[in-house]
């Protein structure tokens, strides 16, 4: 990211390249030790493998994502989203969710994403990042959680 890029358009780089499978331009906005936390799988963590895992699920979903609004705090950027996407087997179909990100250097060193994909198999008893620290951030947990 150049001093002069918003953070929100570094999201939104990030988001050109998921959509375009486009490994190299994942990874030029990625911290090396990148971690996506999602609701419904384990994280993803580090850059290579993050773009990876975009870059084998793009020909899968042919999903487009767009930035639709954003809050930008210090070094920390808010975003709701919208996917385009084809579900295996399905029509299109619109997604939507938010993200919290963390940036480091100029680069996405995490993100969480919150949404519900009604296509994912959910047997959890919480919709909850799956592998966060919650205690280790101060959040609320359960007794025994």
Not at 20 to 26: F, G, K, L, S, V
Not at 109 to 138: K, S
Request: aromatic residues 14%.
């Amino acid at each position: 990211m150049s001093v002069a890029e918003a953070p929100l358009e570094l999201v939104r780089r990030y988001y050109a390249g998921c959509s375009a499978a486009d490994r190299a331009a994942m990874l030029a906005t990625f911290c090396d030790d990148v971690v996506h936390y999602f609701t419904h799988h384990a994280p993803v963590r580090g850059a290579v493998a993050l773009a990876e895992y975009w870059a084998r699920m793009q020909p899968r979903i042919a999903g487009h994502w767009t930035v639709d609004h954003g809050l930008v705090q210090g070094a920390e950027v808010v975003i709701e989203w919208t996917m385009r996407w084809t579900p295996p087997g399905g029509q299109p179909e619109l997604m939507r969710g938010a993200e919290w990100y963390r940036l480091r250097g100029g680069h996405i060193a995490e993100i969480r994403a919150y949404y519900l994909n009604r296509h994912a198999p959910y047997e959890r008893r919480h919709f909850e990042l799956d592998g966060f620290d919650y205690a280790g951030r101060g959040y609320p947990i359960l007794p025994g959680s």
